[in-house]
RNA sequence: GUGGUUGUAGCUCAGCUGGUUAGAGCGCUGGAUUGUGGUUCCAGAGGUCGCCGGUUCGAACCCGGUCUUCCACCCCA
């Protein structure tokens, strides 16, 4: 029986006018990569599941979407442990494979294993899908692409410079105004930890600050306490929640608050280093913003930590993310590798995109002339035409059968070609055809022997 | 994973307190118009009311389950 056919939850299929839309994207993002000096890579849809496992913390093990073995999957599993129903501990013997969670520990996974083959720095990018079995809402899908640009065997400062200057080319090229690059460092957030009397304590203290301008002060201070930090040591972080001024500014204060910490004064000036770079180089429409409480991606940053969130008035979380990692690579086995990265999340930008209408106009336009049929004379003359055109590089399409003028002109429309030729009896006789524009309605008669004056005209 | 929300024609949505044959706009098909689209007019096709079960004389409507959508957590692009 016919069933009501359907697709799993948090994907989606794409319609023509919607790839062409997304290609748009993907363009410009490739194109200002290549600029950059990156080079692209691939690596598989799945991993091991030892690969992958254990690098994004318990909430990231959640989210990984593993694969059952093939065969007899639960002859592996002996009778104790299956009684148990221990997930945790049944999953490694039923599965060994896992879609990919994002394109960063892949890539690690990649370097260690072309050590030999590469030549550092590495400078790769890659696009990829990833895939995430998380709960679905708005610009959240548990399929969708990410954009990467990693570089790694390079600890200069001047990598970080200028993937803020890549986040500003590629928003600029979309006309995407106004999008803020939030700026932050670990050793500036352990310094806080350390300064506070709280160093163990870093992850929930981060985690905590993250949500400052969600929960708001109280509801900060309130979820620290509740994760054991101490009210002196809430006390003592408080300027951070009041933070402001320019950039500049803040990092005054930072260095201030943080001057007994080595690691944290470190974060200062690294950070410092970079506003003042970008400064001096200029952004085109990106702002970037110092933002301590930013603390996304702990598992594996240790320098900087980037976040993008849209021009304000979208509503949207952030559009892209990526920091300094400077020992990714040693949970595979090789040590003192520094990687810096951003990443771009394709689908988010799309639904940006889309809400600002900031598309170009004639994205979707897949057909610059459909040659509309008269019939069997006119029809095989409409495809001579319509090679020649084609010869010439452009989009043209001949309608197939010979219906009805209104039905042709109708699909047309809805094709939104900007040209539609005529060739018809008297056309064919005479050696023309008629080209008419469908934005003004005004047609123009050409020698068929000369279409590259037609041609010229596009 | 937790709590909530949504699902009716291809699309956007109405549908009263449970009551006969479930409606509109847009789109689609045909015609006015066999060589001229967008505007207009006329006609028509199209729905197991997400799915399964229950309550009831009777369910699009109430109840349970399930899938899906979106939202808030968690986390994150």
């Not at 209408?357 to 319509?386: H, Q, W, Y």
């Amino acid at each position: 029986m016919a069933q009501k056919p359907s697709i799993p939850k948090g994907t989606r299929d794409f319609t023509p006018s919607e790839v062409a839309k997304r290609n748009y994207i993907f363009d410009v993002v490739k194109k200002h990569f290549q600029i950059f000096g990156f080079q692209p890579i691939e690596t598989p849809s799945f991993e091991n599941s030892e690969t992958l496992m254990g690098k994004y913390g318990d909430e990231g093990d959640r989210l990984i979407f593993k694969i059952l073995n093939s065969g007899d999957y639960l002859k592996k599993v002996d009778e104790e442990l299956y009684s148990s129903k221990n997930s945790t501990k049944i999953t490694p013997k039923i599965s060994e494979k896992a879609l990919r969670y994002d394109l960063t520990v892949p890539f690690a996974r990649y370097v260690v294993m072309h050590q030999n083959e590469l030549n550092f720095p590495f400078k790769r990018y890659q696009i990829q899908p990833v895939w995430r079995a998380d709960r679905p809402q708005k610009g959240r899908f548990r399929e969708f692409y990410q954009c990467d640009a990693d570089v790694v065997g390079s600890n200069s400062l001047l990598q970080e410079i200028e993937l803020v200057q890549l986040y500003d080319a590629v928003f600029t090229d979309l006309k995407l105004k106004g999008a803020t690059i939030k700026l932050n460092n670990r050793k500036i957030l352990a310094g806080i930890a350390e300064v506070i009397g709280a160093k163990d304590l870093l992850v929930d203290f981060t985690v905590a600050l993250d949500k400052l301008d969600k929960i708001g002060e109280e509801g900060v201070k309130k979820e620290m306490l509740s994760k054991g930090i101490s009210e002196t040591a809430i006390e003592k972080a408080s300027p951070l929640f009041n933070l402001s001024g320019s950039n500049v500014d803040q990092l005054q204060m930072l260095g201030e608050l943080l001057k007994d910490s080595e690691e944290g004064t470190k974060g200062v000036d690294e950070l410092c280093f970079i506003v003042e770079a970008v400064a001096s180089l200029g952004l085109q429409s990106c702002n970037l913003a110092i933002d301590v409480t930013l603390a996304r991606g702990l598992n594996y940053y240790t320098g900087a930590i980037f976040e993008v969130s849209a021009p304000k008035g979208v509503s949207m979380g952030s559009i892209g993310g990526g920091g300094r990692y400077d020992d990714l690579t040693g949970i595979f086995g090789l040590k003192d590798v520094s990687g810096v990265g951003i990443s771009f999340g394709l689908d988010r930008i799309y639904l940006v995109l889309e809400e600002l209408s900031l598309f170009p106009k004639a994205i979707d336009r897949s057909l610059d002339v459909l040659c509309l049929n008269f019939g069997n004379m006119e029809g095989l003359a409409a495809l001579k035409l319509t090679t020649v055109l084609r010869n010439a590089g452009i989009k043209a399409d001949l309608y197939p059968s010979a219906a009805k003028l209104n039905k042709q002109f109708k699909y047309a429309n809805s094709r939104n070609v900007p040209y539609v030729i005529l060739l018809g009896e008297q056309e064919l006789i005479d050696g023309s055809f008629v080209v008419k524009n469908m934005e003004s309605g005004t047609q123009q008669t050409y020698s068929i022997d000369n279409a590259q004056e037609f041609v010229a005209t596009l």
